[in-house]
């Protein structure tokens, strides 16, 4: 099996604070990175795991700082001329002791020059220890997800992409962003991939330019990115680099699942989110070392609640357990009573922390049951599932976007696009008082002009017509009451319904299948293959695949959603010899991707 790759990325890091040296240093250093660098390490280290590894303080290279100059720095930055100006004057000002520079992914020959120029100059080259090209150019949220980094979307979105505007410079940037991420994750691994893709769209064009980089850097005599014991191995990964406009339907989609709600409703953004609790706004840390989220995050919302309380109840029973312990001490005595007090009182800073996380959950999830009592957000689930598995609705969907009980503008706008990108043909006429129904209700349809162009000069491969059956595990909408206790107050979760969901396999999840287990289907037989151990390249790579694929790396040019992410773990816990790593330009919530796809609509009127 592939690699942890969050590990991998965290022991780079790591080695990075430790001066780049394989010995342990226990030199006390100051942290400068810039904002990509600081979507690096966020989901990855702590500011106690930075202190254990040495760092005292961790500041941004564009605010003003205060010299130390008894302290060695570190930088952890992007190469560009703005951040090699900076440090420029930081050697010249003799902020630090010494310097240990490292750039995000590889530097220029001209900036290096410029850099060695300038400290020339200001007579501070004695002051620079060592310059690395550290290619962790990826932000890795969780084990198996990563995006671009988070400060670099708006470079890499949709929009950027798809806009009709748009200058070639811009292209090239958001492409050598993508590139330069998805080539940093597979130096980080020190594996060269197999690479298909879709032909005629942005993801071949990153296909191309990853497969020549890799080709360079392997072929290079002085380069040693490559040059690993893992490059013979007879099991390679494969890399599958798809487009945003092969499923625009999945990101639109209202969600059931922890995570996916979370991000939807309270945009997860490094893995925190902002949670309005008694009309107070609380910032909320979702990361790895939370059992309780790593097991619940992609199960759907009620059977979290019913974790949540039971979760709640073992909480309770161990703070039982220490009152009759206190007691049986005040009875007894000390000295009979410590043997027994002894392992109750060393588990305490455990059973505070636990208690914390099962707060935090309890008040997460009162929010969001209380966003889809307000808004519905059960039955627009419920109708989209059945328009995009051809399931007869039980109300038309002109009658749920006029009906005022239901949903807000936003929502019925995300209904009417995936009705209307999953319906081969609907008369003008009918598009119309479509059109007029969102208006009346306060939604800007200017997407829909946009979403009409895309429809007709592409396919749009949208789910798969299927109807589902009770036996194949079809989704099903029944009323559940909810009604838990926390503390003195009443966590009530009444109204919200129980959606038990199919496993039905969206656009990318099916696409993984196929060319992972090479099968031959209409939907996968025209991508391109791509082999960058391959020292020529050929056009015609597909007879020499013949071994399936374990470890997989799917890679979405244009945006990803969570509902897309646990749709694949979900397939991966299915096919326990496959691990599934997935990544995006940025991981989009619905709002985002509206904004974007609105902004795109306004643009081509």
């Not at 430790?18 to 342990?24: A, G, R, T, V």
């Not at 949709?158 to 998805?182: G, H, M």
Request: charged share 25%.
């Amino acid at each position: 099996m592939a690699a942890d790759v969050r590990a991998r990325q965290i022991d780079a890091v790591k080695h990075m604070l430790n001066l780049n040296s394989p010995k342990s240093e226990s030199t006390w250093k100051i942290l400068v990175f810039d904002e990509y660098g600081r979507d690096i390490i966020a989901p990855l280290l702590t500011v106690k795991e930075l202190r254990e590894c040495g760092v005292t303080l961790n500041l941004l290279i564009a605010d003003k700082r205060d010299p130390i100059p008894d302290v060695p720095v570190v930088y952890f930055v992007m190469p560009t001329k703005q951040n090699i100006d900076l440090i420029s004057q930081d050697c010249k000002n003799q902020m630090y002791e010494k310097f240990y520079i490292n750039f995000i992914t590889a530097v220029s020959r001209q900036l290096l020059e410029d850099l060695a120029q300038a400290t020339i100059e200001s007579d501070s080259v004695a002051r620079v220890e060592k310059i690395f090209d550290q290619y962790l150019s990826f932000c890795m949220l969780e084990q198996n997800l990563f995006t671009v980094s988070a400060y670099d979307a708006q470079t890499c979105s949709y929009y950027a992409l798809n806009r009709p505007d748009a200058k070639d410079a811009d292209i090239e940037k958001c492409i050598n962003a993508i590139t330069d991420s998805v080539f940093s994750l597979f130096v980080t691994l020190r594996e060269l991939p197999v690479i298909r893709c879709p032909k005629g769209n942005a993801a071949e064009i990153v296909a191309e330019r990853l497969e020549k980089k890799m080709r360079d850097a392997r072929r290079d005599p002085k380069s040693e990115l490559f040059k690993d014991q893992a490059i013979t191995s007879f099991q390679r990964p494969l890399l599958i680099l798809l487009d945003r406009n092969m499923d625009i339907c999945s990101t639109l989609h209202h969600t059931w699942t922890y995570q996916a709600l979370i991000h939807d409703l309270f945009n997860l953004y490094l893995n925190r989110c902002k949670v309005e609790v008694d009309e107070k706004v609380k910032n909320y840390d979702l990361g790895p070392d939370d059992q309780f989220w790593a097991k619940n995050k992609g199960k759907p919302f009620p059977e979290v609640a019913d974790a949540v309380h039971v979760e709640l109840e073992a909480c309770r029973a161990a703070e039982q357990e220490i009152k009759r312990l206190k007691d049986v001490m005040g009875e007894s005595g000390v000295e009979n009573a410590n043997d027994q007090i002894a392992n109750t009182v060393s588990s305490l800073p455990e059973l505070m922390e636990r208690k914390k996380r099962v707060d935090m959950h309890i008040n997460i999830a009162t929010a969001l049951s209380d966003c889809i009592r307000a808004r519905n957000l059960d039955k627009f689930f419920e109708v989209e599932e059945k328009i995009m598995t051809k399931t007869t609705l039980e109300e038309s969907v002109l009658d749920t976007l006029k009906n005022p009980s239901v949903g807000t503008a936003e929502d019925k706008l995300r209904l009417f696009i995936i009705y209307y990108l999953t319906t081969s043909d609907l008369p003008d006429n009918e598009l119309q008082q479509y059109i007029e129904a969102l208006q009346e209700v306060g939604c800007d349809t200017s997407c829909i002009e946009y979403l009409a162009t895309l429809k007709s000069v592409s396919s749009l491969n949208v789910p798969a017509q299927t109807k589902l059956t009770s036996s194949s595990g079809s989704y099903s909408s029944m009323s559940n009451m909810f009604k838990y206790v926390k503390q003195s107050s009443k966590f009530m979760m009444e109204g919200v319904k129980s959606l038990v969901v199919g496993h039905r396999k969206l656009p990318v999840t099916r696409t993984v299948d196929c060319l992972s287990e090479l099968k031959q289907t209409p939907e996968t037989d025209s991508f391109l293959a791509l082999d960058p151990k391959i020292y020529r390249k050929t056009d015609n790579l597909l007879p020499a695949l013949k071994n399936t694929f374990n470890d997989v790396y799917v890679f979405v040019v244009g945006g990803g959603s969570y509902v897309e992410y646990q749709n694949l773990m979900t397939y991966s816990e299915q096919h326990p010899d496959k691990r599934i790593v997935y990544g995006s330009s940025e991981m989009m919530d619905s709002k985002n991707f509206l904004d974007q796809l609105t902004k795109l609509g306004s643009s081509s009127s």
